[in-house]
C-alpha cells in the first residue's frame, strides 16, 4: 500500500515577506498511510486547501495536532464544517484527535462560545462523533496495523509541544512540529527514512535568538545527529533562496538528501 505525504502548507504564521502575495500557507500536511487519512496539524483554511488538492475532507480519519500555536491550531472551524456536513447529509461522523493536554476542553470551549453553550455536549454529539487522544513523552498509539504514532515532547518556548514518530510497515517518518534542537526531536527523528522538518529561523541565524524554532543549519544537524535519511524543510519563511537553505544544511555536516516542501507537493513515502 502506498504511502503518500501531501504538503498543504509549508509557509509560516505570515505570509507576503518576499513580495506581495507570494505567499505560502501555514502548517497542514496529509498524510495517507495504512488505509488511513491523516491531517498533521490545522492551521486555517485547511477545508478548502484540502479540497483543492480534490480530496473530500470527510474522509479524514484522524488529526494530529502538535502544539496549540494558531498556525498550527485551527481546528474548530473544520470540526463545524465536518458537523454540518454530516448533518446536512442524515449521517454520523467518526474522527479521532491526537494532541496535546486539554485539547478536548479548548475545542470546547472555542465551539460553545461561537455556537450555542450546549453545543459541544449536547447537539454536536448526535452527528459528529470525536474520540480524544492526549499527547505524553513517548506514549505510543496504534492507529492501524502497520501504522503506529509515538509523540515527543520538545522544544518550544513554553507551549506544550511535540515532535511525531510514525512507523510505517516498519519504515519511519518523522514530523518536527515546531521545535528548538533538544533531545526529544532527536529520537522522534532517529533512523528516519524521511523527516519533515520545520526552519523558521533564515540561514544567516547560527544560533536562533530562542529555542523555539530551528534555522536551515540546525535542522541538518539534528538530521545528522539522528541519522535521518532525507530531510524535507518545511515552515519557512521564503527570505532565503532554496540554494541558501540547502548550503546552510550541508553545513550541519547532513549528507543525506535535501528537499524544500511547497504547498501541494506531494512525496511517496515509501
Not at 507570494?22 to 500536511?29: S, V
Request: include cysteine; glycine fraction near 6%; charge should be negative.
Amino acid at each position: 500500500m502506498t504511502t503518500q505525504l501531501t504538503i498543504l502548507g509549508s509557509g509560516t504564521t505570515v505570509s507576503s515577506l518576499v513580495r506581495p502575495f507570494d505567499f505560502r500557507h501555514p502548517a497542514g500536511y496529509l498524510l495517507q498511510a495504512a488505509g488511513k487519512n491523516i491531517l498533521l496539524d490545522c492551521s486555517e483554511g485547511i477545508r478548502a486547501r484540502l479540497e483543492h488538492i480534490q480530496f473530500d475532507y470527510f474522509q479524514l480519519d484522524a488529526v494530529c495536532i502538535t502544539h496549540f500555536h494558531p498556525d498550527h491550531f485551527n481546528l474548530d472551524s473544520l470540526l463545524q464544517s465536518l458537523f454540518v456536513r454530516a448533518k446536512r447529509g442524515g449521517v454520523t461522523k467518526k474522527l479521532t484527535i491526537y494532541g496535546p493536554p486539554k485539547i478536548a476542553e479548548h475545542l470546547a470551549d472555542f465551539l460553545n462560545r461561537k455556537n450555542d453553550p450546549d453545543f459541544w455536549s449536547l447537539i454536536m454529539p448526535k452527528v459528529l462523533h470525536l474520540e480524544f487522544f492526549e499527547f505524553s513523552d513517548q506514549q505510543p498509539y496504534q492507529l492501524a496495523p502497520g501504522l503506529r504514532l509515538c509523540p515527543y515532547a520538545v522544544a518550544h518556548g513554553n507551549m506544550d509541544a511535540y515532535a511525531l514518530r510514525f512507523v510505517i510497515d516498519n519504515k519511519i517518518f518523522a514530523y518536527s512540529g515546531d521545535s528548538g534542537v533538544c533531545a526529544g526531536l532527536v529520537a522522534a527523528a532517529k533512523s528516519a527514512e524521511f523527516f519533515l522538518c520545520e526552519a523558521a529561523y533564515d540561514s544567516s541565524d547560527e544560533i536562533p535568538p530562542v529555542t523555539s524554532h530551528l534555522s536551515p543549519r540546525l535542522a541538518g544537524k539534528v538530521a545528522q545527529n539522528a541519522g535521518a535519511k532525507k530531510l524535507l524543510l518545511t515552515h519557512y519563511t521564503g527570505l532565503d533562496s532554496p540554494t541558501m537553505m540547502q548550503e546552510a544544511v550541508r553545513k550541519s555536516g547532513f549528507a543525506g538528501d535535501i528537499e524544500l516542501a511547497t504547498d501541494f507537493a506531494r512525496f511517496q513515502l515509501n
